[in-house]
């Protein structure tokens, strides 16, 4: 069955980095583009990045071009979300998501932006 585990997430102060992951099982990895979307306490989920099977090509939501980098290593059946000058109003939940016929989603990894 398809899995999909994120981690890395964690507390780090405004302008920090911080690099999450999400390791992917139970699908052909290398076929198929994966997407990161986070949702804040009382907001709706939101997309964040696109990635695509090959990592050629990617695309971010306006907020976080310039500031974050989404990428991925087949071998490792790994997507990974580079996060710089992070701001507060990036403290979320991330989630990794896959449309492996229907729609996976990971269980989240917290981010929180606060000095």
């Known amino acids: 069955q398809v899995q999909l585990v994120e981690s890395g997430g964690g507390l780090v102060q405004p302008g920090g980095s911080l690099r999450i992951s999400c390791a992917a099982s139970?699908?052909?990895?290398?076929?198929?583009?994966m997407r990161w979307h986070r949702q804040a306490p009382g907001k709706e989920r939101e997309f964040v990045a696109f990635i695509t099977s090959s990592g050629g090509s990617t695309s971010y939501t306006d907020s976080v071009k310039g500031r974050f980098t989404i990428s991925r290593d087949n071998a490792k059946n790994t997507v990974y979300l580079q996060m710089n000058s992070l701001r507060p109003d990036d403290t979320a939940v991330y989630y990794c998501?896959?449309?492996?016929?229907?729609?996976?989603w990971g269980q989240g990894t917290q981010v929180t932006v606060s000095s």
């Open positions: 998501g896959a449309l492996v016929r229907s729609m996976y």
């Open positions: 139970g699908f052909t990895f290398s076929s198929y583009a």
